[in-house]
Nanobody, 127 residues
Framework: QVQLVESGGGLVQAGSTVRLSCAAP????????GGWFRQRPGEEREFVGA????????ALADSVEGRFTITRDNAKNTLYLEMNHLKPEDTAVYYC????????????????????WGQGTQVTVSS
């Protein structure tokens, strides 16, 4: 059973920096595109960012572009999301996900394409 484990969330002040990690021990993460999503209470899960399996292509949602960075280290089977200049509206549960990919450049913002998900980590940004 594939297990993705997020870490790094918590309570921070607006303007802070937080780095989330998503570990996939024993999982061939290098064969999968990686994605980050978030969900606020009462809202749909929304796309935050994605990165291809080779790291050659990546994308971020407009709401976080310029503040967040998505990276990965395939040798460590780990996906990262660095979040800078955090705002109260970034408060949400953040989820990482993996989508099987044949192409080294492919990524997707569609949650339905991701077969594996982490349990989520809460990020709360106070004003």
């Amino acid at each position: 059973q594939v297990q993705l484990v997020e870490s790094g969330g918590g309570l921070v002040q607006a303007g802070s920096t937080v780095r989330l990690s998503c570990a996939a021990p024993g999982f061939a993460f290098s064969n999968y595109a990686g994605g980050w999503f978030r969900q606020r209470p009462g809202e749909e899960r929304e796309f935050v960012g994605a990165i291809s399996k080779s790291s050659s292509n990546s994308a971020l949602a407009d709401s976080v572009e310029g503040r967040f960075t998505i990276t990965r280290d395939n040798a460590k089977n780990t996906l990262y999301l660095e979040m800078n200049h955090l705002k109260p509206e970034d408060t949400a549960v953040y989820y990482c996900a993996a989508a099987r990919s044949a192409s080294s450049r492919w990524w997707t913002s569609s949650p339905s394409a991701y077969a594996y998900w982490g349990q989520g980590t809460q990020v709360t940004v106070s004003s």
